[in-house]
């Protein structure tokens, strides 16, 4: 019986996967078809409207090559000779397309001394190539028609030596991609070993090497890059690469409620090419790592896409053909289990993603607090003196350190990025990639008169200005996931740790900006968060909600309350700012003053979700600030739960507590204690319930804990040798890492 149904479910799940691969087919075929139907008046279209491309000259239509390489697949899959025809049709009449051009076009650039070349656009060359391959042999190419071909294929191949831009990054790869199918189709052709030396020169270094660049659509643009590369060089032994299976697993934890992976840098909101190209990457890992969470991911990607109820374009066509190749009919998928976590960790991906599930109706925050890092010099230095890239973190990266990229409840979108650039080589004052873009804090020097609006003061050229940044901690603890990250501005030299305190009963966000000024100066501190709607206002908060983003309707049923419980000498506003293509709200918080080295400043933002139906006056008083021993040394709040009352107290000068004396341990309990309510610690992060029973409490980083004067736990005395000062041994305490416990009054 065991046997039997062993095998009942074995036939169910290669079923299933069939059923997939069959479902990816189908849609491949149906986004052919409304392709070549619309392939004559697309022609004609790009004819009336063709303009030359700032970054490559003639600018040879995407469209049909995209088309050509669906239906290059789709014979290659299925040897119906209608599909090489076509294909045929396209890649023969495309080099005609030059014909738009006057006589003497190939004056206008050096790249073109040997002739305009039918393609120069390198993301459109590897389809070009590949589809060339497929149906070489199909006996619809006439051996006058080969030799046309390779010849318009050759002057596209040789055209990247002009520009064999190098990194690892996704530019890099694409050339690479193209070169080595180049290579694969035209074996025999004098330039052959030239452009296999490229492709390996270009591919290497990302096939060892972490990527440069930090944002969603060009991960994915790399990645698919990076695999078709390895696959047509025989590179197989890449996925044995602990590089290859990170970036996989990495992708997977980001993906949000609307089963996508978000937006972050130069990328679209919900793109359907950049999500696409996704679920193939995730198909390619299945396959290879027999993983189920990928094949997971591969499959609620593709059908939250497909529940937009549209056809497949052309160029998502094209990707989704190595989808189908790339499925492995025997995983099957399964749901992650895992809940807020850093993803995957605080040197290559610095994310750290706040959720209570994997469901469309979980709660999801992601921060972002990446920065330029230290890997990869040579490659980022190179770009930076190669092309216009001054708004840019390298690579096509945003000023977006610890700032808050998603924030999704129930469906709804609460908080978003400010998707890709508007213009080249940015919008104005660098849209939509400078700091002030993002839901984080914004430091300028100089004071703000009262008079000016907090955007026109901030706004400056755009350049991208290098920070630095750390995560300082992370925790799941019993009742709150919390996070603490820093960014370090040496230029402006101040730095900012933010601690994000994910309330899970409550369903909030508590989130506390600590900075310290590492240069006295006159500074203007701002907390920015944005918004479509504004449904209230009051003197610290702001009741708020997103309808739609580019041309995107999204669900209306939750809005945003954002409460500023801390208002010593700060104003609060909101002004019109444009992001993601539609007209939006910049909403702040804001302060300037004369701070000497050494000062500290506080802002503390607290985050809502709640039905748009719901009345918000509840909320005016769930969070209040406490006062605290040591003011703008640290931060207290109480939250009010009903018949529980619950305290946070985040320590916001992390070095009160170290003596001055070079002596181990340093940390004294005399130094850093914080007094605040009915309690006393030294901990860099506590939050405790206090109920009718007793009180249950988590500590991070802590020596003691008191209520009432009452120890509820304490670091236990040990004899600490080996004096730096060569002072006898002393007795000492040490602290402990994080402690939990529940004590009944």
Avoid: C
């Amino acid at each position: 019986m065991r046997t039997l149904l062993i095998t009942y479910s074995l036939l169910f799940f290669i079923v299933s996967a069939f059923a997939q691969k069959a479902l990816y087919l189908e849609e491949i075929k149906k986004a052919a078809e409304k392709g070549w139907a619309e392939y004559p008046a697309s022609i004609e279209e790009w004819k009336r409207t063709h303009q030359p491309s700032v970054l490559w000259g003639y600018n040879s239509p995407g469209g049909p090559i995209y088309l050509a390489g669906a239906l290059g697949f789709l014979y290659e899959e299925t040897k119906e000779r209608k599909y090489a025809e076509r294909a045929a049709r396209i890649l023969m009449e495309y080099g005609d397309l030059r014909k738009m051009l006057p006589h003497d076009y190939w004056r206008t650039r050096p790249e073109y001394e040997k002739g305009v070349p039918p393609i120069s656009n390198f993301f459109i060359l590897p389809p070009y190539f590949r589809t060339y391959l497929r149906i070489k042999n199909s006996g619809v190419l006439t051996p006058e028609m080969l030799k046309r071909l390779e010849h318009d294929m050759a002057q596209s191949a040789d055209f990247i030596f002009y520009f064999p831009e190098w990194g690892t990054h996704n530019r890099s790869m694409l050339r690479a991609e193209a070169l080595q199918y180049a290579v694969l189709a035209m074996p025999d052709h004098p330039q052959a070993p030239q452009w296999q030396q490229m492709a390996k020169v270009l591919g290497e270094d990302n096939v060892r090497e972490w990527e440069v660049e930090d944002a969603t659509g060009y991960h994915a643009v790399w990645l698919m890059a990076l695999y078709s590369y390895a696959e047509a060089a025989g590179r197989t032994t890449f996925f044995n690469s602990p590089i290859a299976k990170y970036y996989l697993h990495y992708f997977v934890k980001l993906i949000s409620p609307n089963m996508w992976v978000p937006a972050f840098g130069d990328s679209h909101w919900w793109s359907g090419l950049e999500g696409l190209r996704f679920v193939a990457i995730f198909e390619k890992g299945a396959s290879v790592y027999k993983d189920a969470e990928m094949k997971w991911a591969a499959k609620v990607t593709f059908d939250s896409y497909k529940k937009r109820g549209e056809i497949l374009g052309v160029g998502e066509a094209y990707y989704m053909s190595d989808a189908y190749r790339w499925t492995n009919e025997s995983v099957q998928p399964k749901t992650p289990s895992s809940g807020s976590q850093a993803v995957l960790e605080d040197v290559i991906g610095k994310k750290i993603v706040f959720r209570n599930g994997w469901n469309p109706n979980s709660t999801y925050l992601l921060l972002n607090y990446r920065d330029e890092g230290d890997g990869g010099w040579l490659y980022r230095e190179y770009l930076r003196q190669t092309i216009s890239v001054e708004e840019e973190k390298m690579h096509h990266g945003h000023a977006d350190e610890n700032s808050i990229a998603l924030l999704m409840s129930k469906g709804s979108v609460l908080l978003n990025d400010a998707d890709y650039r508007n213009d080249l080589p940015s919008g104005p004052y660098g849209a939509w990639r400078q700091d002030y873009f993002h839901n984080r804090i914004v430091a300028r020097k100089n004071k703000r008169d009262p008079k000016q609006g907090v955007l026109e003061f901030v706004r400056n050229s755009g350049a991208y200005r290098p920070v630095r940044t750390q995560k300082i901690d992370f925790l799941n603890l019993k009742e709150v996931d919390m996070s603490r990250t820093r960014l370090i501005d040496e230029t402006l030299g101040y730095q900012w740790d933010r601690t994000i305190t994910y309330v899970k009963e409550e369903d909030l966000f508590i989130v506390v900006d600590g900075i310290k000024i590492l240069q006295g100066d006159y500074y203007t501190f701002t907390n920015f968060w944005h918004t479509q709607k504004v449904f209230a206002r009051g003197e610290n908060f702001f009741d708020v909600g997103m309808d739609s983003i580019t041309s995107l309707q999204l669900p209306r049923d939750r809005a945003l309350f954002i409460l500023f419980p801390e208002t010593y000498a700060k104003s609060i506003g909101v002004e019109p700012i444009s992001r993601s293509h539609q007209p939006e709200q910049a909403l702040y918080q804001t302060i300037s003053s004369q701070y000497k080295a050494g000062d500290t400043e506080i802002f503390v933002t607290i985050l809502i979700p709640h039905d748009r139906k719901e009345e918000i006056d509840p909320y005016l008083s769930k969070v209040r600030m406490l006062p605290v021993s040591t003011p703008y040394k640290s931060v207290a709040l109480q939250i009010q739960r009903g018949s529980k009352v619950s305290i946070l107290n985040v320590k916001i000068d992390l070095e009160m507590e170290v003596a001055r004396e070079n002596i181990r341990p340093r940390y004294l309990y005399s130094l850093g204690k914080v007094a605040f309510g009915d309690f006393e610690t030294d901990a860099h992060y506590f939050f405790a319930t206090v109920g009718r029973e007793g009180i249950s409490y988590s500590a991070a980083n802590v020596l003691k804990v008191f209520y009432r004067g009452t120890p509820l736990m304490e670091a236990r005395a040990n004899l600490h040798s080996l004096q730096l000062d060569g002072a006898p041994d002393r007795i000492g305490f040490s602290k402990w890492r994080y402690w939990e416990d529940e004590v009944r009054k």
